[in-house]
């Protein structure tokens, strides 16, 4: 089955050690999201790319980066985790930019920052 | 800006009982209205959304939302749920001047055999 697909699902760093979290999809889609979700709040969008076009949201701090090798992969880079960084980060695609094409999210990738 | 409030962290409920999963948004323009569904270890999937036409919108799996203009809301109904329907519930809102989602903050649905 076509997916998207998050490693690893738990991932604990040390404060300040940077950390990389990844995605993959199988959907073949040009878009690819990475969201934040912190424990009883709403997911917040971090940003997207659209192919190799990265779309920074204009309140993600400069501690977090993303890498886009090819169309299926997408990374999230965390350069110096706080403690104010744990939370669940989810991974979305989908075909296109916009709100009349759906988005497919993966699992999500719980981080702890001890 | 737009915002999204989803009024009830939690809604237990008995199975084959009725519930509503209540949403209200707030926008000055025109607003395209989502509900996502997450089931426990999985990611959000697409439960129904509402672009244009009809207010009442229905999922296959008997879900289904009225689109409210007058009230800005979005209610979720489900005439008799299922365990299975135990997850979490968001609610989301996009605008015809922009790309993103607005998501609340989410109602986790427990049905209680």
New interface residues.
Partial sequence: DAMVIQNPRYQVTQFGKPVTLSCSQTLNHNVMYWYQQKSSQAPKLLFHYYDKDFNNEADTPDNFQSRRPNTSFCFLDIRSPGLGDAAMYLCATSLRHGILYEQYFGPGTRLTVT | AQS?TQLD?QVPVFEEAPVELRCNYSSSVSV?LFW?V?YP??????LLKY?SGSTLVESINGFEAEFNKSQTSFHLRKPSVHISDTAEY?CAV???TG????????TSLTVIP
């Avoid at chain 2, 270890?41 to 697409?46: A, I, K, P, W």
């Avoid at chain 2, 790309?99 to 989410?106: A, I, R, V």
């Fill in positions: 999204v962290s395209y996502y997450q270890n999985q990611g959000l999937q697409l672009l968001f996009s605008t015809n790309n993103q989602f607005y998501f609340g903050t989410g």
